[in-house]
């Protein structure tokens, strides 16, 4: 039995917000086009950078959006990269503009890859939208193998949530603000803090599956 570090959320409160987002992100897909702020491009290198992607690994980028970290982790050369989203509208973008990028629809806590599958899965700017964090992390390491790395990030910083929970017609959560309490949320799921990084414009997590 799994100790749940994170809140229950009912099944209908999970679908209610997730078709919230699905809606809002369908509509707001062009704010997620270029140009970046100044430095974002720089900072999305930086992440993509910290998850140490090898030649031909699997990686799925959930909450993937447009795909703005697509063609960094291509220039890595993984095997296969997988893109998931609520939003049907961002997956549209990303097939467009990624035609050998696999797409997955639905919330990441029900994506059904297969057990010990992926190497890296890049969170980027989507931890604070994730409803269900338990069965959320439940699955990732279900589906990651021993070793594959879980990179929690943001380009903006985690200051800039302040301004989203004012923004946002659903709920936004805060990323883990310190090393020890990341240890602390992350160790019952199989998870280990491989790096933390938490300057004003930049968050990144990295976690490490150790099951
Ligand atoms: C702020 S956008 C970030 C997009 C992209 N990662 C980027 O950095 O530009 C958050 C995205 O996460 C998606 N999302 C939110 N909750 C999700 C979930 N439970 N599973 C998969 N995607 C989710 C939203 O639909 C949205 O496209």
């Known amino acids: 039995m799994i100790m749940k570090s994170f809140k229950s959320v009912s099944p209908d409160e999970i679908e209610r917000i997730n078709k919230l987002q ?8 062009h704010f997620f086009d270029p140009p970046y702020p100044e ?16 030649p031909r690994e699997i990686v799925a980028d959930i909450g993937t959006g447009t795909g ?21 509208s961002m997956l549209a973008s990303v097939r467009k503009r990624y035609p050998g990028v696999k797409t997955i629809k639905g919330g990441i806590r029900k994506v059904g890859l297969p057990d010990s599958s992926v190497d890296v899965f890049l ?7 994730l409803v269900d964090k338990h069965t959320t992390f439940l699955n990732l390491q ?14 903006m910083g985690k200051a800039f949530i302040k301004f989203l929970k004012k923004e946002m017609p659903f ?3 805060d990323f883990p603000d310190s090393k020890l309490v990341a240890q602390k949320l992350f160790y019952s799921y199989g998870f280990g ?11 990144i997590l990295v976690l490490e599956s150790i099951e």
């Open 22 to 29: 699905a809606d809002y992100f369908d509509q707001a897909r």
């Open 39 to 54: 430095g974002v491009p720089e900072r999305l290198e930086q992440i993509v950078a910290a998850a140490a992607i090898n």
């Open 68 to 88: 703005v970290l697509v063609p960094l982790i291509q220039a890595c050369l993984p095997g296969t990269i997988y893109a998931n989203d609520l939003s049907e």
């Open 123 to 129: 969170v980027n700017a989507c931890y604070p939208n």
């Open 142 to 155: 279900r589906m990651i193998r021993r070793g594959g790395r879980v990179v929690i990030s943001h380009p």
């Open 171 to 173: 709920p936004i959560d």
């Open 193 to 203: 803090v491989k790096a933390f990084v938490d300057e004003t414009l930049l968050y």
